[in-house]
């Protein structure tokens, strides 16, 4: 089936998705994210949308240095209460792209057994912006109040007086997962990307919306469901529920699996003054080498280099693979990854989204036909 998507078109999805500001989970940009991937997907079968239940991180705050307010982040989940403090460690660290939940237990611990208040994490960014870090919701909580700031504000605010404010509570929260299921009979294909995440996120959310939105009308001759996840920041909350649906269900599990994971098609300033995809981008599939060679070749053609036969999965693969199906998922990290920069005319060109869409719709419908020819699984990825 022959799509209609231009590059041009999908770029002005990555625009819209944009345009909806901050797609935190639960908040009502989240929720009104949920309503627009309906609009987006409709047209391609029956649409339903389960509620995701929660405990929603719900904060106000105010930081300032010598009276001067300073742009942050609340570190969600770390603290809940009310506080209003003088006593505040100023620290970097370096966020390793802000999606690894843990990475700044270390630093927030040793804050607190050296008995301050409160703790400023300046992040380190080669820009000097700020970072957002994803969270578990399942991870324990130090009870620290701790915010995020961009590394640029470090000096000022370790020379200033600094004064933080922050009210925080957990609240009934709801996110919803988007599925999408045609009328095509046979092993189904699911096509997977995750709806919610941090700032804009053109580049990181945006552009696999976008791809995804074009393999899917590709693929709309096979049977197909379509699942857009909430709740991508808060431990892959959709996706793992999603999985356990399925298999508290007894329901049969789909033939396999393509998700489309972060900074798909984001693309960096090179040296020369060009723009070029991000080279960070890596596929990987629990299909042996053989069974998967030809959907590497496909995706050699957008710059995303496939792994074989793996266990250890980054991005929401984790979750996918738990249904212990064949998985492609990819995954990379632009160089706004996490940050209010990643707009869409940072993150991402009509051109860069034509290559890749190309690219995944056919490593996609290549793997669809090379698990219906027996690939199967070398080895259950999880007992």
């Known amino acids: 089936m022959h799509t209609s998507f231009s590059g041009e078109d999908l770029y002005g999805i990555v625009c819209d998705y944009a345009a909806l500001g901050h797609h935190r989970s639960g908040t009502d940009r989240g929720l009104a994210t949920v309503e627009w991937i309906k609009e987006l997907v409709g047209d391609l079968g029956a649409v339903t949308a389960e509620t995701v239940s929660f405990e929603r991180y719900d904060v106000s705050s105010e930081l300032t240095a010598d009276g001067r307010p300073i742009d942050h982040l609340a570190l969600y989940y770390e603290f809940t209460g009310d506080i209003d403090t003088f006593d505040v460690a100023i620290r970097r660290l370096d966020p ?34 700020l970072v957002a870090i994803n969270r578990d919701l399942a991870g324990p909580a130090s009870g620290l109040p701790t915010v995020l700031v961009a590394g640029r504000h470090h000096d000022t605010l370790a020379s200033s007086t600094v004064r933080l404010r922050l009210s925080a509570r957990l609240t ?93 098609a984001v693309e960096s300033l090179a040296a020369d003054g060009s723009r070029r995809l991000i080279g960070s981008r890596i596929g990987m599939t629990n299909l042996p080498e053989a069974a998967a060679r030809s959907v590497a070749d496909a995706l050699d053609s957008a710059g995303i280099g496939l792994r074989y036969d793996v266990d250890s999965w980054l991005g929401e693969g984790e979750a996918w693979s738990r249904l212990a199906v064949p998985v492609l998922s990819t995954t990379g990290a632009g160089p706004d990854f996490h940050t209010p920069s990643d707009t869409p005319e940072r993150a991402t060109s009509p051109d860069a989204l ?23 699984l070398a080895r259950p990825v999880l007992d």
Do not use: K
């Not at 802000?98 to 630093?107: N, R, S």
């Not at 208040?117 to 912006?129: F, K, N």
């Not at 709740?231 to 892959?236: P, V």
């Open 96 to 129: 390793q792209s802000g999606g690894y939940p843990g990475v700044a237990d270390a630093l927030i611990d040793e804050t607190r057994r050296a008995g301050h208040e409160a703790l400023v994490i300046t992040t380190d960014h080669m820009e000097g912006d």
């Open 172 to 264: 009934a929260g709801r996110t919803a997962n988007v599925e999408v299921h045609n009328e095509r009979p046979g092993r189904r294909l699911v096509l997977t990307t995750p709806l919610h995440g941090w700032f804009e996120a053109a580049g990181e959310r945006g552009t696999g919306i976008a791809v995804l939105r074009y393999v899917a009308e590709r693929l709309a001759d096979r049977p197909l469901t379509i699942v857009a996840t909430g709740g991508h920041e808060l431990g892959y909350l959709g996706a793992f529920r999603w999985v356990e649906r399925c298999v508290d269900r007894g329901v049969e599990p789909p033939a396999c699996v393509v998700h489309l994971g972060a900074s798909v």
């Open 354 to 376: 034509a290559t890749v869409a190309g690219s995944m719709a056919r490593a996609a419908a290549t793997f669809h036909d090379a698990v219906l020819g027996g690939a199967g």
